[in-house]
């Protein structure tokens, strides 16, 4: 069984099988690996080796596909941000106006409500003193009418007195 340690990065590759006996020979009543082992080891190693290069490439690949997907995804948002920067512009173009005409408006109606307080408190003053002022001519016109009405009672009376003078001057003149 053989191990990569890919995780950490040194490369390097340890064997935990114990040698085969066909592949052991003595020399000289010393046990030894024979040269076929050590290829066959370096072989294990080349291919432990070229996986661990090719983890690595395909990583590097996944890695390269997921920025290039961040950076388009990037672009997307920067464009969306352009495009919602835009529309903002356009409504703040088509508030402002309006804000504009709306705060002269107002500005107008603050003007002539101060105008009209004191128009308000005039008309109200002259009112009164108009209904004062009628209110004395209605009364003055009534004693008139009464005045006039005691006019024409004591006119007709002062008549009728000197009707009556003048029928007793006339019937003292006959009797004469």
């Known amino acids: 069984m053989t191990q990569t340690n890919a995780g950490a990065g040194t490369g390097t590759v340890a064997t935990t099988e114990p040698p085969q006996s066909n592949e052991m020979v003595l020399h000289t009543g010393s046990l030894s690996f024979s040269s076929h082992m050590s290829k066959e080891d370096e072989e294990m190693t080349r291919s432990a080796l070229s996986a661990f290069r090719a983890k690595e490439e395909e990583i590097d690949k996944r890695r390269m596909e997921v920025r290039e997907r961040i950076q388009a995804q990037l672009g ?3 464009e969306e941000t352009r495009r919602l920067s835009t529309i903002r512009e356009e409504l703040e173009s088509m508030a402002d106006p309006m804000r504009k005409e ?16 004191p128009l308000g408190s005039t008309v109200q003053k002259k009112e009164r003193e108009y209904k004062e002022a009628l209110d004395t001519f209605n009364e003055k016109n009534r004693e008139k ?4 009405t005691k006019l024409m009672e004591l006119v007709g009376e002062s008549e009728k007195l000197r009707l009556k003078k003048l029928e007793e001057l006339s019937k003292s003149i006959e009797t004469v």
């Open 76 to 78: 997307r948002v920067e």
């Open 102 to 117: 709306v705060s002269m408006v107002r500005k107008k109606i603050d003007s002539v409500n101060k105008e009209l307080k």
């Open 145 to 148: 009418v009464q005045l006039i």
